[in-house]
Structures are given as C-alpha cells and as structure tokens.
Nanobody
Framework: QVQLVESGGGLVQPGGSLRLSCAASGIMFSIYAMNWYRQAPGKQRELVAVITSGGITNYADSVKGRFTISRDNRKNTVYLQMNSLKPEDTAVYYC??????WGKGTLVTVSS
C-alpha cells in the first residue's frame, strides 16, 4: 500500500521559513520524480516544485528563488524548504508521485 505523509506545516509570519517533509512508503521511491503542489482557498491546485529521480529541479515562477525542493532517497523523503514566505503562500501543500499518488496535505498559513 502506497502512502505519502506530509508534515511540517503551520502558522508563520511573513518573511519566515518552514520546511515541509513528505515521507513515502510502499514504492521504490528513488526511481520516481516527486512533486509539491499547493491549493489556496478558492483556487485551483497548482504545481509548486518538481524534482526528478536524478535530482533535477524546477519551480513555479511564483516561488523561484524562495523555495527549494530536495530529496533523501535513504529516507524515502522529499522536502520543500520555504523561505521569505508571503501571505499568498498560504495553502494546503501536497506531495505527489506524478500521475499516481497523493498525500493528504499539510496546511501552511502565512499571517502576522
């Protein structure tokens, strides 16, 4: 049974940082690309960051230079380091195996 479990969300002030984690089980993690998506209230889910099995990364323009995606294949975990957070980054953040599996999400709220 495949499971993706996100953690690390919470309330942070504008300009602050958070690191999200997504622990995967039930899959051969190292061979898969991994995505982070987010969905803000009343908006469509959007792709935030991608990391390939080889470690190549790509980002949405809205987070480029502020967010960093990384992976640890020994721990079957993908991370999203989020710096210089803005109120518009408030959303539920999901990790995803492309075209396959989703986690349940973790809520990030950026507010003073």
């Amino acid at each position: 049974q495949v499971q993706l479990v996100e953690s690390g969300g919470g309330l942070v002030q504008p300009g602050g940082s958070l690191r999200l984690s997504c622990a995967a089980s039930g899959i051969m993690f190292s061979i898969y690309a991994m995505n982070w998506y987010r969905q803000a209230p009343g908006k469509q889910r959007e792709l935030v960051a991608v990391i390939t099995s080889g470690g190549i990364t790509n980002y949405a323009d809205s987070v480029k230079g502020r967010f960093t995606i990384s992976r640890d294949n020994r721990k079957n975990t993908v991370y999203l380091q989020m710096n210089s957070l803005k109120p518009e980054d408030t959303a539920v953040y999901y990790c995803n195996v492309p075209s396959s599996y989703w986690g349940k999400g973790t809520l990030v709220t950026v507010s003073s």
